[in-house]
Nanobody, 125 residues
């Protein structure tokens, strides 16, 4: 059984930094693309960042240069380090894992079959 368990998050001020972590059990994170998505109230869930098996990374334009996705194969986990946070980054953040191995991360959530429980990030101005 594949499980993604998230930790981190919370409430911070604009300009602060915060990290999220996603621990995976049941499948090896090094074989599958991993991604972070977020959903703000009244909005659809959107892609934030992704990392592929070859460590290729991709980011949404809105977070490029501020967020960093990384993978710790020893811990079988993926992290999202967020810096220079803005109020518009406020959302529930989800980690996700691709169903098929060996692919590069994509922005479409349809390829991700396994999801974390979600973590609230709130940024005040």
């Amino acid at each position: 059984q594949v499980q993604l368990v998230q930790s981190g998050g919370g409430s911070v001020q604009a300009g602060d930094s915060l990290s999220l972590s996603c621990a995976v059990s049941g499948r090896n994170v090094s074989y599958y693309a991993m991604a972070w998505f977020r959903q703000s109230p009244g909005k659809e869930r959107e892609f934030v960042a992704g990392i592929g098996r070859s460590d290729s990374v991709t980011y949404a334009d809105s977070v490029k240069g501020r967020f960093t996705i990384s993978r710790d194969n020893a811990k079988n986990a993926v992290s999202l380090h967020m810096s220079r946070l803005k109020p518009e980054d406020t959302a529930v953040y989800y980690c996700a894992q691709d169903y098929f191995p060996g692919r590069n991360p994509v922005a479409s959530e349809e390829v991700y079959n396994f999801w974390g429980q979600g973590t609230q990030v709130s940024v005040s101005s």
